[in-house]
Each structure stands twice: as C-alpha cells, then as structure tokens.
C-alpha cells in the first residue's frame, strides 16, 4: 500500500532522526507506531526518563493535520522545520535546538508589506494556544483580516473527520 504525502514526509523526518541521533544527545530506545519513538535524551544524564516523541515534518503540521488536541500524550516533538507554536517541546532537526513549550520560533524578513504563509501559520498558532502575542497582533488587524484569521483559527480546532487518529 502506498504512503501519502505526509507519511512520506514523516518517512523522512524519522531517517534524518535516526542520521542525527547522536549529534542532537538523543537515544533511540524503541520504535512505536505512528512515527513515534521512546527516546532518552543524554544531556539529563544517564538516569533520564524516558520520552515519547513524535516525528512531523513541521511543528505547523501538529494544527495542519488536527494533532494538537491530542498532543499531551506525547513529550517530545522532533521536526524537521520549526515554524510554529507548540504545547510541547519541540527538537528541531534543521538547525539542531531545542525549543521549549511555547516557544516563539523567529520568522526574520525584509521588507515585508503583508504576510506570509508562515507568518500566518505562526500567528494561528498563537492564538489556538492562547497565547497574549496572538491576541496583540490580532488586535494590531483590520476587522476584515481579524475575522479571516478567527475562521482559519477556527478551521484548525475542529476534531478531523472520521475515525480518531493516534498522535
């Protein structure tokens, strides 16, 4: 049976993991399904408790594909691209940190005369978590702009349809 899009996506993140492994003080302990791994991570020492961690392709990805409801039942979030606001920590492959819970990532650009899609996908996240940053640059938008991004906050809150999905 072939993957989608997103597994594939996922398929990759969990190869570039197990490449970087060593490098970002992880251990890999033991393989779970749905791209989700029992870690340990080396920096706490040897006595650390075990995490479990989930590989998406983006932080951005936790809202896109409905997960963020379900995401305390994971400790750890390892992407490859941090670009949004997450209720868990969160490993970035691409530049090596750890983020903590509610970190703001940095979306730097120059002469920006309206948003972009991760500017965007940055300012949703803020506010499905409640946080006042969000709620500031809500404040900051014409009504019109206001109302769009309540609908595509809201769109991100709805439960998927279907069968319920494993984080």
């Avoid at 951005?60 to 400790?75: G, K, M, N, P, V």
């Avoid at 992407?79 to 969160?90: F, G, L, S, W």
């Amino acid at each position: 049976m072939a993957l989608d899009a997103f597994s594939l996506e996922c398929e990759r993140v969990v190869a570039q993991l197990i490449l970087q492994a060593d490098a970002m003080d992880l251990e890999l302990v033991h393989a779970l399904p749905f791209y989700k791994y029992q870690v340990r991570d080396l920096r706490a020492g040897d006595q650390a408790p075990l995490l479990i961690a989930r590989c998406l392709p983006s932080t951005w990805s936790l809202y896109e594909q409905r997960f963020w409801h379900a995401a305390r039942t994971i400790d750890l979030l390892i992407v490859r691209e941090h670009n949004a606001v997450a209720p868990v920590p969160v490993l970035s492959l691409e530049t090596g940190h750890y983020y903590q819970a509610g970190a703001i990532p940095s979306i730097e650009r120059a002469e920006r005369h309206r948003r972009n899609e991760r500017e965007q996908h940055l300012i949703i996240s803020l506010l499905a978590l409640g946080m006042e940053a969000g709620d500031q640059a809500l404040a900051a938008m014409s009504e019109r702009s206001r109302r769009r991004y309540k609908a595509m906050l809201s769109d991100c809150l709805k439960r998927p349809r279907g069968r319920a999905r494993s984080l």
